[in-house]
Structures are given as structure tokens and as C-alpha cells.
T-cell receptor, first 115, second 114 residues
Framework: GAGVSQSPSNKVTEKGKDVELRCDPISGHTALYWYRQSLGQGLEFLIYFQGNSAPDKSGLPSDRFSAERTGGSVSTLTIQRTQQEDSAVYLC???FGAGPNQPQHFGDGTRLSIL | GNSVTQMEGPVTLSEEAFLTINCTYTATGYPSLFWYVQYPGEGLQLLLKATKADDKGSNKGFEATYRKETTSFHLEKGSVQVSDSAVYFCALSDPTEGNNRLAFGKGNQVVVIP
């Protein structure tokens, strides 16, 4: 399809394990964003990529969280030593550029559950 | 910092009723404003946007006007349908940040009863 694709759609893992979440943006979109949606905190910004670089990582909640983007396309969000408070829906969005007239297109998210 | 506030609680109304969802914002710069919608089982979709004061965004019968004097961007629809049942999020981006990241309100669940 032509939309933002995220995988897996659901992930259940034990506390302390590492997880990797994948985002495949719309082709040609240079800007890529990760957000987290949780019951207590609502929708929160995590990190922004322009091409392969991440000029804004200010939303990452701790050093257990990291993300990379390769080839100006696919991005992976890695959470190390997962904790129960990491349980949330992780959303990826992409846009053609990073200006206010460039709408962000969202994927369906990865629902992460930490046991 | 930048923030968005939406009215508390779900909204339940009958088909063909008038819908209003309040949204106010705080921003250090001159933000762009958005409404996103999340239908059951689907991802977030942009519903409408406005990028400067007094602009009116509209789509699918929904409207919202950027009011700088009251720092508001209330969402309205004159006659809702069952298919409008969804969660609605107000959001802003601050162009001075240079990255278009979105700050969201908590969202409002809208349930339209036939």
C-alpha cells in the first residue's frame, strides 16, 4: 500500500527484554516522527528524523530508548530492558517535509504490552 | 512550552445533533493548528488544519476557526452521523521549532447514537 507501515502490529514481551519496532514511511517522505500513545499520558512526541539524522530526540523518555533511520527510509525504535510503564501504542508518522503545510501521515501503530 | 487542552470526558449525542469539541492552546510561537481523528480500529488521520489567525479549516462537514485572540480552535459539525463516532485530537505545531512536531490534546471520544 501507499501508507505508513508499522510492524509488528502487536508485541507482547516480558519485562527486561529488548524490543524493536519498525516503521516504513511513505516513499519520498523525508521527515519521520515517532509518537507514543498511552492511557495516562495521551499522545507524546518521541523523536524526529530529517533524512537519516535525528535533530530532535527530546521526547525520548530515557536512555533505554533509541532510534535510527537508514537510507532515508525505514526507521527502527529500540527499547532496551523494557519496563511495564513502556506499555503503549507506538505510532510512526511521515511527511514530505517538515513545514506547517506538510501534513503528517500516521501508521496504525504497534501495540506494545510488557508483562 | 507548547500545549493543547481539550474539554474533559467523552461526548455522547444523537444522530443529526450539533457537535462542538473545545480546544485551547498555549504556544510560544505562532502555531499551526490541526484536528486529527481516530476511527475505531484505524490509525490517526488528519481531519482539518489552519495555519494562521482567522483561517477556517473544513472537511467532511467539520469546521474549526483559528482564533488567536482566544487561543482556541474549536471543532464543530452541524449534523453528526453514526459514522462520525471516533476519537478526536486537537494538535499544534510550532514553526519556530523547525521540525513540525505535533503536541496533542488528550482527545475526546465521540459516540453518536442512532
Amino acid at each position: 500500500g501507499a501508507g505508513v507501515s508499522q510492524s509488528p502490529s502487536n508485541k507482547v514481551t516480558e519485562k527486561g527484554k529488548d524490543v524493536e519496532l519498525r516503521c516504513d514511511p511513505i516513499s519520498g517522505h523525508t521527515a519521520l516522527y515517532w509518537y507514543r500513545q498511552s492511557l495516562g499520558q495521551g499522545l507524546e512526541f518521541l523523536i524526529y528524523f530529517q533524512g537519516n539524522s535525528a535533530p530532535d530526540k527530546s521526547g525520548l523518555p530515557s536512555d533505554r530508548f533509541s532510534a535510527e533511520r537508514t537510507g532515508g527510509s525505514v526507521s527502527t525504535l529500540t527499547i532496551q530492558r523494557t519496563q511495564q510503564e513502556d506499555s503503549a501504542v507506538y505510532l510512526c508518522a511521515s511527511s514530505f517535509g517538515a513545514g506547517p503545510n506538510q501534513p503528517q501521515h500516521f501508521g496504525d501503530g504497534t501495540r506494545l504490552s510488557i508483562l | 512550552g507548547n500545549s493543547v487542552t481539550q474539554m474533559e470526558g467523552p461526548v455522547t449525542l444523537s444522530e443529526e445533533a450539533f457537535l462542538t469539541i473545545n480546544c485551547t492552546y498555549t504556544a510560544t510561537g505562532y502555531p499551526s493548528l490541526f484536528w486529527y481523528v481516530q476511527y475505531p480500529g484505524e490509525g490517526l488521520q488528519l481531519l482539518l488544519k489552519a495555519t494562521k489567525a482567522d483561517d477556517k479549516g473544513s472537511n467532511k462537514g467539520f469546521e474549526a476557526t483559528y482564533r488567536k485572540e482566544t487561543t482556541s480552535f474549536h471543532l464543530e459539525k452541524g449534523s453528526v452521523q453514526v459514522s462520525d463516532s471516533a476519537v478526536y485530537f486537537c494538535a499544534l505545531s510550532d514553526p519556530t521549532e523547525g521540525n513540525n512536531r505535533l503536541a496533542f490534546g488528550k482527545g475526546n471520544q465521540v459516540v453518536v447514537i442512532p
